[in-house]
């Protein structure tokens, strides 16, 4: 359902459960970094009205998964740690080129958004079938579900400002390019990395 060409190693799990607070932590940022994604994509286009008004809600409830996140942390007797670099994010971010239409810019930020979001269920259903913390594998079960959502969502809203034809061949050439960069990450105990 979520197109990704490389799964993710089912391993994985093993490295985050050495360090359940490291993952954690990278976890809170991310939906943090979903809270802002949603805010900058309401600053850069008021005049989409619709988009407004499903960012306004994306980054409520990113802010709610923040917030779930961190009083995970809380009550395992841990603060909040720094905020990470994100590997994937930012070797991502280099597929599209620079400059073009502004519209071309929102179809290109709509795209990279949902194959993140699609990534994240992706690791989310991993951690909820494989995690031996019982609690933490049916906080990711639910979660997973919320990121599918977002996925879609995003990807629908690409296609709706953007052709159609071109968004999913772009779309296809994007979840290619991810795929090389997942071949040197599933290392570390982050939500993409």
Not at 3 to 17: A, M, S, Y
Not at 120 to 125: K, T, W
Request: aromatic share 10%.
């Amino acid at each position: 359902m979520l197109g990704l060409k490389l799964p993710t190693d089912p391993r994985w799990v093993n490295i985050v459960e050495k360090n359940i607070e490291e993952i954690l932590t990278d976890h809170a940022y991310c939906e943090q970094k979903a809270a802002s994604t949603a805010i900058s994509l309401i600053i850069g286009f008021p005049e989409k009205s619709e988009l407004v008004q499903e960012m306004t809600a994306l980054a409520r409830e990113e802010m709610a998964h923040f917030k779930m996140v961190h009083d995970r942390i809380i009550a395992r007797g841990w603060t909040l740690g720094r905020e990470r670099k994100d590997a994937y994010v930012l070797q991502l971010m280099k597929f599209f080129p620079k400059g073009g239409s502004r519209n071309t810019h929102l179809v290109h930020k709509l795209l990279y958004a949902a194959l993140i979001e699609a990534r994240s269920c992706e690791r989310f259903r991993l951690l909820s079938e494989n995690i031996q913390d019982q609690e933490l594998a049916t906080f990711y079960r639910d979660l997973m579900v919320s990121e599918a959502n977002h996925y879609t969502m995003f990807l629908a809203f690409a296609r709706k400002y953007g052709n159609r034809e071109e968004v999913d061949k772009k779309w296809q050439e994007l979840l290619v390019y991810e795929a090389t960069i997942m071949k040197d990450l599933g290392k570390k105990e982050t939500i993409h990395g």
